[in-house]
Nanobody, 123 residues
Framework: VQLQASGGGLVQAGGSLRLSCAAS????????KGWFRQAPGKEREVVGA????????WYLDSVKGRSTVSRDNVKNMLYLQMSSLKPEDTGVYYC?????????????????WGKGTLVTVSS
């Protein structure tokens, strides 16, 4: 069971990027999936999440309106599209699978974690 995030890098403020998370080892279609991030010296926080069906989503207030979490259950992929990036979006981004969007919003109950990908937003 593995989750692997990719797509990070150095981006200028105001730019956009798309993170991907590939799941392998088992079928994750019934799990909610989402993204966390951890900035240097700060606690990890949930960025966004999507239900197993893709019908429900949740976003951190600071990224709402400029971020979209999506998933492709056929390809077993999860995505995070972010635009209008800010230096405060800098951090290591992790994908995870958990019970529900509600659990992601509460920051608990994650069952599987992927290795992170670093996003650096320069001012």
């Amino acid at each position: 069971v593995q989750l692997q995030a990719s797509g990070g890098g150095l981006v200028q403020a105001g730019g956009s990027l798309r993170l991907s998370c590939a799941a392998s080892g088992r079928t994750f279609t019934t799990y909610a999936k989402g993204w966390f991030r951890q900035a240097p010296g700060k606690e990890r926080e949930v960025v966004g999440a999507i239900s197993g069906s893709g019908e429900s989503t949740w976003y951190l207030d600071s990224v709402k309106g400029r971020s979209t979490v999506s998933r492709d259950n056929v390809k077993n992929m999860l995505y995070l599209q972010m635009s209008s990036l800010k230096p405060e979006d800098t951090g290591v981004y992790y994908c995870a699978a958990g019970a529900s969007v509600t659990s992601f919003a509460g920051g608990y109950g994650m069952r599987y974690w992927g290795k992170g990908t670093l996003v650096t937003v320069s001012s």
